[in-house]
């Protein structure tokens, strides 16, 4: 098992910049490809980010791609997502995800961090 903690967000205008952090423990964290997704008031949870065991495969939804970016620090036991150009529409919480294989569905999620972007 491995339990994941988010760091705060936070308040930031549109255009600026967040960067979100996820704190892994339990089992070795490379043996996890990892993953971000965020559910705005009133939708459905969305994935935005995914990056593979080692970093080396990283894929980005095209709503955020180009603006935001998926990296892992396997000694740190640490996944980020750098968020970049930030609009209001990406409001929402944001959860870190773990999961078994490279692929499939995610099995182990973090307890959210609120993210909102002021127009």
């Known amino acids: 098992q491995v339990q994941l903690v988010e760091s705060a967000g936070g308040l930031v205008q549109a255009g600026g910049s967040l960067r979100l952090s996820c704190a892994a423990s339990?089992?070795?964290?490379?043996?996890?490809?990892m993953g971000w997704f965020r559910q705005a008031p009133g939708k459905e949870r969305e994935f935005v980010a995914a990056i593979s065991r080692s970093g080396g495969i990283t894929n980005v939804a095209d709503s955020v791609k180009g603006r935001f970016t998926i990296s892992r620090d396997n000694a740190k036991n640490t996944v980020y997502l750098q968020m970049n150009s930030l609009k209001p529409e990406d409001t929402a919480d944001y959860y870190c995800a773990a999961r078994d294989k490279e692929y499939g569905p995610f099995n182990y999620w973090g307890q959210g961090t609120q993210v909102t972007v002021s127009s």
């Open positions: 339990g089992r070795t964290f490379s043996s996890y490809s």
